[in-house]
C-alpha cells in the first residue's frame, strides 16, 4: 500500500533507483548475465567449428557488449516489474518495502528509469551487425510485457525466461549472422532451467499471491511442484550435456564438460530438498542458490572453450 512520506534527499532518492532496478541486489543480474556469456561463448566456438577450426574465442568487444546488455536489460526489467506491481507489492511480506510500494518513487519514475535503461543497452546496438537490433525489438516488448502476465496467466515465468533468454539468439546472431539449432537447444535449456528457478522464488510468495489473486505455476503446480520443477531441471541437464557434447567431443577434452554436469544435478537436488518443506524462506534460498549454478556453468564452458582453443 502506497504512503505519503517526506521528500527524499539525494542520497535517499538514489537508493531508492538502486532498489528499483536490483543494483542492491543483484542475483537476478547474475542469472542473466551468465547465461548471457554462455550463448556468446558457445557461438563462437560454433563459427570457429564452421570455419574448420577446433575452437574459437568471441571478441572482447563482444563480450563486454553482451555483458553490459544483460545487466541493463535486467534493470529495466526490474524497474517495470515494479511498476506492474506497484498497487500489489504493498499487500506482500517480501515486496512491501519496494520504492514504489512504500511512496518514495512515483509510476513516472519507475517507467523513465526503465526508457533510460531500455535506451542505453539500445545505444550497444551501435557496435553489432544490424540484424541483432532487429532481434533486440522481440527482447524490449518480452521485457515490457512480462509483469504483466501474472495478471493474466499461470505462465508469467515462461514469459520472464523467453524475456532474459532472448539474449542468447542475438548472441548467435552477432556471431554467426543467424541461430542455428544448438542456439535453439541453448535457449530451450535456459528456459527449463529458468521457470524452475523462478517457481522457486513464486513458491516464497504462494500464500501471499493467492491472497491477491497473482498467478503463478508455483499456485498451477501446487502439490506437483517440486516433481515439476525436478522435471524441468532434468531436462535443463540432458540438453545441455548435448549441447556440450556437439561443442566439445571431438576436442582434447572429449566429453569432460558433459561430466562436469553432475555437479549441477547434485545442486538441483539440494534445491529440491530445501524446497521439500515448501516454506518461504527455504524455497527463497533454494531459489538463491541457482547463481552458483549460473557462475559455475559459465566457468565450464568458459575453461572448456579457453582450454580448446589453446589445446586443440
Not at 56 to 73: E, N, Q
Not at 114 to 142: D, E, H, K, R
Not at 271 to 289: G, H, M, T
Request: net charge positive.
Amino acid at each position: 500500500m502506497t504512503t505519503t512520506r517526506m521528500p527524499l534527499s539525494l542520497k535517499q532518492k538514489l537508493y531508492a533507483y538502486m532498489q528499483l532496478t536490483r543494483f542492491d541486489k543483484p542475483v537476478g543480474i547474475e542469472l542473466l548475465l551468465w547465461p548471457t556469456l554462455w550463448g556468446v561463448m558457445l557461438a563462437a566456438m560454433g563459427q570457429a567449428q564452421q570455419q574448420g577450426a577446433v575452437a574459437g574465442l568471441p571478441s572482447l568487444k563482444l563480450f563486454i557488449i553482451f555483458a553490459l546488455g544483460a545487466i541493463l536489460m535486467r534493470a529495466a526489467g526490474c524497474a517495470i516489474n515494479d511498476f506492474a506491481d506497484r498497487k500489489v507489492d504493498g499487500h506482500v511480506t517480501r515486496t512491501k518495502g519496494r520504492p514504489l510500494a512504500d511512496g518514495r518513487l512515483s509510476g513516472r519514475e519507475a517507467i523513465a528509469a526503465f526508457l533510460v535503461l531500455v535506451i542505453l543497452s539500445a545505444s550497444l546496438l551501435l557496435f553489432l551487425p544490424i540484424q541483432v537490433f532487429y532481434w533486440s525489438l522481440a527482447a524490449v516488448v518480452l521485457a515490457f510485457i512480462y509483469p504483466f502476465m501474472k495478471r493474466f496467466t499461470h505462465l508469467p515465468q515462461v514469459f520472464l525466461a523467453a524475456a532474459f533468454g532472448w539474449a542468447i539468439p542475438m548472441a548467435y546472431v552477432a556471431v554467426q549472422g543467424a541461430p542455428d539449432i544448438w542456439c535453439w537447444l541453448v535457449f530451450i535449456a535456459y528456459m527449463c532451467w529458468t521457470v524452475a528457478y523462478d517457481t522457486q522464488y513464486a513458491m516464497a510468495d504462494r500464500a501471499d499471491d493467492l491472497k491477491i489473486g497473482v498467478k503463478s505455476t508455483a499456485i498451477l503446480f501446487g502439490r506437483f511442484d517440486i516433481v515439476i520443477i525436478s522435471i524441468l531441471q532434468v531436462t535443463f541437464l540432458l540438453i545441455m550435456g548435448v549441447v556440450l557434447w556437439h561443442y566439445f567431443a571431438l576436442t582434447s577434452l572429449s566429453i569432460i564438460p558433459v561430466f562436469g554436469l553432475a555437479l549441477v544435478a547434485m545442486m538441483f537436488t539440494k534445491q529440491n530438498s530445501a524446497c521439500a518443506s515448501r516454506q518461504p524462506i527455504p524455497c527463497f534460498q533454494a531459489f538463491l542458490a541457482n547463481i552458483w549454478v549460473g557462475r559455475y556453468l559459465f566457468a565450464l564452458v568458459a575453461i572448456s572453450c579457453i582450454w580448446t582453443t589453446f589445446n586443440g
